[in-house]
């Protein structure tokens, strides 16, 4: 039963992999404290954090106007 379940996440959820420098992971997880901070909340994952990130700029791109 576990594999069929895990087949149909599968079909509704894709994978991407992001290639960092250590610097630049280790900027990202500085803002993603921070923002655990200022917020008073436990600190999100990093993968919630880029989905998050990757939703916000689809929706950017896509309320730009026409050009």
Do not use: G, H
């Not at 379940?5 to 900027?27: A, C, N, R, S």
């Amino acid at each position: 039963m576990s594999n069929k379940k895990d087949y149909l996440v599968d079909k509704l959820i894709k994978k991407i992999q992001v290639l960092l420098t250590e610097p630049e992971f280790e900027e990202l997880n500085s803002i993603i404290l921070s923002e655990a901070l200022k917020n008073k909340q436990r600190p999100r994952s990093v993968s919630s954090f880029v989905r998050d990130l990757v939703q916000k700029e689809i929706k950017r791109i896509n309320n730009l106007p026409d050009s």
